[in-house]
């Protein structure tokens, strides 16, 4: 293999969902695009972006526990390829992770059905009964997943040089400067594509071995 290391992002790269928290959004039926612009703008840090979001939950269902959040992701898509693209890249002894802006409780499950090595994501403060308090555990910024990626690089002694990245979307970018390699997958805006060393346009995760192998 070319690598030995592959960093993916979760939503809209193993997961169908563009995003995870837009998912729960969806099915409460409320709309994030406020924040969203704020925080895109840099008005408002990671941190109050994920309490703005868990507050607008918290105004359709005053109880919301964690595990009904769990119920909601865990009805997400595993894009067609995903356990077989890791699964074939750990047979040939790289190591894989994910590095998400999104919701751990759908991140770490999709890291065990594919067999990842490591998932690093977001979470939830929540009381001894579940419940959501309405702040958000930061483990991953969104604009700096390079930070997280050098983290797992030391972890598992790989050097920069031997590792890519794939993801879909303009958060993705600083993986791509630290990793050697960086492929945008289905990408969802012009900067990813320009970042990225190659762009893989596909319904099939397998289709980014012929990049890595």
């Known amino acids: 293999m070319k690598y030995d290391m592959v960093a993916f992002d979760l939503d809209g790269v193993i997961v169908a969902e563009r995003s995870s928290w837009e998912w729960v959004h969806s099915h409460f039926g409320v709309d994030n695009s406020h924040s969203l612009e704020a925080f895109c703008n840099g008005e408002i840090d990671d941190m109050e972006f994920m309490r703005s979001d868990i507050a607008m939950w918290h105004d359709v269902n005053p109880d919301i526990n964690i595990c009904q959040i769990k119920e ?10 995903s356990v077989e693209t890791i699964q074939t890249l750990k047979k040939q002894g790289v190591k894989t992770c994910i590095i998400s802006g999104g919701i751990d409780l759908l991140a770490e499950h999709i890291g065990r059905e594919c067999g990842v090595d490591k998932v690093m994501s977001n979470g939830f403060c929540v009381d001894k009964n579940g419940k959501l308090l309405g702040e958000g555990i930061l483990r991953v910024k969104l604009r700096d ?28 970018i600083s993986m791509f400067e630290v990793a050697k390699f960086g492929i945008a997958f289905n990408p969802i805006d012009g900067e990813t594509i320009t970042a990225a ?10 289709d980014v071995l012929q990049y890595l192998e």
């Open 72 to 81: 909601i992701l865990l009805k997400a898509t595993i894009n067609k390829g």
């Open 197 to 206: 060393d190659v762009t893989v346009e596909s319904d099939d995760l397998r």
């Open 145 to 172: 997943k390079a930070s997280v990626l050098c983290q797992m690089l030391k972890e598992f002694d790989v050097a920069p040089e031997r590792c890519a990245a794939i993801g879909n979307s303009w958060v993705d």
